[in-house]
């Protein structure tokens, strides 16, 4: 078994040894369905899709995500493990990957469960479940996103109320990015191109293409860029504190 496996396997058997990770799936399930079928209008808009369901993720794992990712690094660095996780024959690429695919997959647990709305919105109606899949596969690579900026940003403290502090911060910023208020506040000020470039930079954007069907790759590979990156950064800082 390769050690980033070895490690996956490890951090997410470790979510079910405590309460959190079901207390996690019950506020995640429950929020979903009450966001979606109440907050979303669900059924006075008056078709069969899930365009509800979907619209309120970003704002979901804005407060959930974060609350999963702080403690990728900030635990391991309150409780001393950190010094020696960076002992074992492993790099710190692989520590890093383990730690996060282990996330990751938590995430698409909790997504996977969702499932009873799927079966709802095909019972009342005839909704295109092709669009619905690629709402939850863009929905997924949004999760990872959050995540492994909540993992870069894990590595910066040892307190977790820090990392998810941070981490919150950062992915509202990338939420509003490219909204047409924010956009309209920076066009006097900055030039079209930057203005362009910022809009290019939110997630919400790539994420609602995906959400309405249109893979285009250039969407999916924001999302894989983003989470190569910040996984990047997060492996630099470690290697500077283990440097110093």
């Known amino acids: 078994m390769s050690p980033v496996m070895a490690l996956m396997r490890r951090e997410l058997r470790s979510y079910f040894v405590t309460p959190v990770a079901y207390v996690f799936l019950v506020i995640f399930l429950v929020l979903a369905g009450i966001l979606t079928f109440y907050a979303g209008d669900f059924y006075d808009r008056g078709?069969?899709?899930?365009?509800?369901?979907?619209?309120?993720?970003?704002?979901?794992?804005?407060?959930?995500?974060?609350?999963?990712?702080?403690?990728?690094?900030a635990e391991?660095?309150?409780?001393?493990?950190?010094?020696?996780?960076?002992?074992?024959?492993?790099?710190?690429?692989?520590?890093?990957?383990?730690?996060?695919?282990?996330?990751?997959?938590?995430?698409?647990?909790?997504l996977l469960l969702t499932f009873p709305i799927w079966i709802t919105v095909n019972y009342l109606g005839s909704p295109d479940n092709g669009i619905i899949i690629a709402g939850y596969l863009g929905s997924w690579?949004?999760?990872?996103?959050?995540?492994?900026?909540?993992?870069?940003?894990?590595?910066?403290?040892?307190?977790?109320?820090?990392?998810?502090?941070?981490?919150?911060?950062?992915?509202?910023?990338?939420?509003?990015?490219?909204?047409?208020?924010?956009?309209?506040?920076?066009?006097?000020?900055?030039?079209?191109?930057?203005?362009?470039?910022?809009?290019?930079?939110?997630?919400?954007?790539?994420?609602?293409?995906?959400?309405?069907?249109?893979?285009?790759l250039r969407d999916i590979f924001y999302f894989v860029l983003t989470i190569v990156a910040w996984l990047a950064a997060g492996v630099l800082i470690l290697d500077l504190k283990r440097s110093h």
């Open 47 to 73: 078709i069969a899709d899930l365009q509800p369901f979907f619209v309120m993720h970003p704002w979901l794992y804005l407060i959930l995500v974060p609350a999963v990712s702080m403690r990728l690094w």
């Open 76 to 110: 391991e660095a309150k409780s001393g493990t950190l010094e020696l996780l960076q002992t074992l024959p492993t790099s710190l690429w692989q520590a890093m990957l383990g730690k996060f695919l282990a996330a990751w997959l938590f995430i698409g647990l909790a």
């Open 141 to 216: 690579l949004m999760a990872g996103a959050f995540l492994a900026i909540g993992a870069c940003l894990s590595t910066l403290t040892s307190s977790q109320v820090v990392a998810f502090i941070l981490t919150a911060v950062v992915c509202v910023l990338l939420i509003l990015a490219g909204q047409p208020e924010v956009l309209d506040f920076f066009q006097g000020a900055l030039p079209r191109k930057l203005v362009n470039a910022v809009a290019h930079l939110s997630m919400l954007r790539h994420f609602e293409a995906i959400a309405r069907g249109v893979l285009d």
